[in-house]
């Protein structure tokens, strides 16, 4: 089992940037498959971005490619998604999502066992 909890959401305006974090209680994330998805009002959830664990490939989706960056930070045991240059469309709740086995980032929401909570994020224009 893996327990995941998000961090760093909160209130920008556009144009800022904001930081999440997704850390894992009870175990290493370091052979965890790990992606971001997000879910605005009314909107069905979406992929955001994912990271492999091992030879590290990442995806992002279209909407938030150059924008975005997903990292691991092993020393601290998180997964990480840097938002910058952000827009009052990229205000969702966003998830961490994991999953173990063959190295890869997934982008499909299916692929995932292991989901958090979810931290607000709020673009004010």
């Known amino acids: 089992q893996v327990q995941l909890i998000e961090s760093g959401g909160g209130l920008v305006q556009a144009g800022g940037s904001l930081s999440l974090s997704c850390a894992a209680s009870?175990?290493?994330?370091?052979?965890?498959?790990m992606g971001w998805f997000r879910q605005a009002p009314g909107s069905e959830r979406e992929f955001v971005a994912a990271i492999s664990w091992r030879e590290i490939s990442t995806q992002y989706a279209d909407s938030v490619q150059g924008r975005f960056t997903i990292s691991r930070d092993n020393a601290k045991n998180t997964v990480n998604l840097q938002m910058n240059n952000l827009k009052p469309e990229d205000t969702a709740v966003y998830y961490c999502?994991?999953?173990?086995?063959?190295?890869?980032?997934?982008?499909?929401?299916?692929?995932?066992?292991?989901w958090g909570q979810g931290t607000q994020v709020t673009i004010s224009s």
């Open positions: 999502a994991g999953r173990f086995g063959q190295s890869a980032a997934y982008v499909r929401q299916r692929d995932y066992a292991y």
């Open positions: 009870g175990r290493t994330l370091n052979t965890v498959n």
